[in-house]
C-alpha cells in the first residue's frame, strides 16, 4: 500500500516535470508568435490605444494610491531608524533610493500584475471559452495578431509608466510624511537626496527593471489566457495561475537584475 | 464619441507617466544639478584615499565646489591619484592644499580644498601638490597603543 503511495508520488514529480518543461515549451513559441505578429498591432495603433486605456489608465489609482502610502510608512520607518543615528537629513536618500531602485519597480509590478494580469488572463480565457477566438480563426483574422499582440505592447508600454509615476508618488509621501509632518529640513531631504541619487545608476536602472517585468507579466498573463482550459473553472484557474506565477517571477527577475545592476556597490 | 474620450485618457495617462520621469530625472536625480556646468579637471596624489570613492563632493570652507569624476591608482609612484572636476566659476591659487575629509562622524568622505596665497590659478589639467591623506581609524589606534607602550617603558 504504502508502495504504492511511494511510486505514486514519485510518478507525479514525473509527470508535473514534464509538463512544466511542455508548458514553458508552448509558452516561448507563444512569445515568439506574439512577437511576429506584433506589425499589425502597430499599423494600427488604436488598438493599442484602447488597451492601454484597460490595462494602464484603469490601474493608476490603485498605483498612486500605494505608492502615497509606501512613501509615507518609508517616511515614518525611515526617520525612526535614521533618528537613532542622528542623521535625519538622509531620509530623503533613503526614500528616494529604495523607492526607485527596488520598491517602484517590484511593488508596481506586483499591484500590476493582480489588477492587469489577472484581468488580461480571465478576458483572453473567456474568450476561449466562448469560442471567439476560434470565430475570429473562422473569419480568418489571426486572434494572436488581433488580442493578443496589442494587449502585450499595451502591457509592456504602460508597466514603465506606472512605476514611475509610484516612484514620483512615493517619493512625495516621505516628503509629505518627513518635511510636513515630522519637520525634517527641507533642504537637506531635497539636496542630499539629488546628490545620491544617479541619473543613470539609479532612475534608469529602475525604469528597464519595470520593463523587465511588464514583459514577464504581461507574456505569462496572456499565455495563462490563451492556454486556460476553455471551462469556467479553467479560467478561474488560469487568473490565479497568472497571479502566483507573474508575483514569483517578478521577485525572481529582481534578484537576477539587482545582482546585475548594483553589484559592485 | 466613446473612442476619443478614451483616447484622451490615454493621452493624459502617458503624459503623466513620462511627467512622472521627469520629476524623478530632475526633482529626484541629480541631472539638474552640477554636471551640467563648465568645469575643469584638477589632479592630486594620496598616499592612502579611505573610503573615497567616485563622484564624492569636492568642498571648499563647506561649499560643494565640485566632483571627484575618477579615482586610479599610480603605479610608478604607488599613490593614489584622483581627479577632480570643479566648477569654472571657483578659481583656486596654485598652492592649494588638498585633503580626504569626513562629513559627521560615520558620514561620506570628501576632498576638502583649502586656498592658498599664490598669484598663479589653478588650471586644467595642474596638479596639486600639497595633499593630506584620509585618516584610517586602524592606523591611529596602533599608533596611539604603540605610544602609550612607549610610554609605559620609560618611566619604569
Redesign the interface.
Known amino acids: 500500500m504504502s508502495e504504492h503511495g511511494v511510486i505514486a508520488s514519485i510518478r507525479n514529480v514525473g509527470h508535473w516535470t514534464t509538463n512544466a518543461v511542455l508548458r514553458l515549451g508552448i509558452a516561448t513559441r507563444f512569445f515568439t508568435l506574439t512577437l511576429l505578429h506584433s506589425g499589425t498591432s502597430f499599423r494600427r495603433p ?1 488598438l493599442i ?2 488597451e ?2 484597460f490595462s ?2 484603469l490601474s ?1 489609482i490603485i498605483i498612486l494610491v500605494s505608492g502615497l502610502f509606501v512613501g509615507m510608512v518609508l517616511g515614518f520607518q525611515g526617520f525612526h531608524t535614521l533618528q537613532t ?1 542622528g ?1 535625519e537629513s538622509a531620509l530623503g536618500v533613503l526614500v ?1 533610493l529604495s523607492l ?1 531602485r527596488e520598491l517602484g519597480p517590484v511593488v508596481a509590478g506586483l499591484l500590476f500584475a493582480s489588477r492587469a494580469g489577472s484581468a488580461m488572463t480571465a478576458e483572453i480565457g473567456l474568450m476561449k471559452a466562448t469560442e471567439q477566438l476560434s470565430a475570429m480563426e473562422m473569419m480568418a483574422v489571426d486572434p494572436i495578431a488581433r488580442v493578443v499582440a496589442p494587449r502585450f505592447w499595451a502591457g509592456v ?2 508597466m ?3 512605476a ?2 509610484f ?3 512615493g ?1 512625495f509621501g516621505g516628503y509629505l510624511v518627513g518635511v510636513v509632518l515630522i519637520g525634517v529640513d527641507e533642504g537637506s531631504f ?1 539636496s542630499q ?3 545620491a ?3 543613470r545608476e ?2 534608469l536602472n529602475g ?1 528597464i527593471k519595470s520593463f523587465v517585468f511588464g514583459i514577464a507579466i504581461t507574456w505569462i498573463a496572456l499565455f495563462e489566457g490563451y492556454d486556460a482550459p476553455p471551462t469556467a473553472e479553467g479560467v478561474s484557474g488560469a487568473t490565479t495561475r497568472t497571479v502566483v506565477t507573474s508575483s514569483l517571477v517578478i521577485l525572481g527577475l529582481d534578484f537576477i537584475l539587482t545582482s546585475f545592476m548594483f553589484r559592485g556597490q | 464619441m466613446e473612442r476619443s474620450t478614451l483616447d484622451v485618457w490615454v493621452g493624459l495617462f502617458v503624459c503623466a507617466g513620462i511627467g512622472a520621469l521627469l520629476v524623478l530625472a530632475l526633482k529626484v536625480g541629480n541631472m539638474s544639478g552640477f554636471s551640467a556646468a563648465d568645469t575643469y579637471r584638477v589632479k592630486a596624489q594620496f598616499d592612502n584615499i579611505g573610503g573615497l570613492k567616485v563622484r564624492a563632493p569636492v568642498k571648499s570652507a563647506g561649499v560643494v565646489v565640485g566632483r571627484v569624476s575618477d579615482i586610479q591608482f599610480n603605479n610608478s609612484q604607488f599613490r593614489a591619484e584622483v581627479t577632480m572636476s570643479v566648477d569654472k566659476h571657483y578659481q583656486f591659487p596654485k598652492d592649494t592644499s588638498a585633503s580626504i575629509l569626513t562629513s559627521g562622524l560615520l558620514g561620506e568622505q570628501y576632498v576638502g580644498l583649502d586656498a592658498g596665497g599664490d598669484e598663479a590659478m589653478l588650471k586644467d589639467g595642474d596638479s596639486i601638490t600639497l595633499t593630506q591623506s584620509a585618516v584610517v581609524l586602524e592606523k591611529m589606534i596602533s599608533q596611539f597603543l604603540y605610544n602609550k607602550a612607549a610610554e609605559g617603558n620609560t618611566s619604569k
Open positions: 488604436r490605444v484602447r492601454l486605456y494602464g489608465v493608476l543615528y542623521s528616494a526607485v508600454i504602460s514603465p509608466l506606472l514611475a509615476m516612484s514620483a508618488m517619493v531635497w537626496m539629488q546628490s541619487v544617479d541619473f539609479d532612475i525604469v
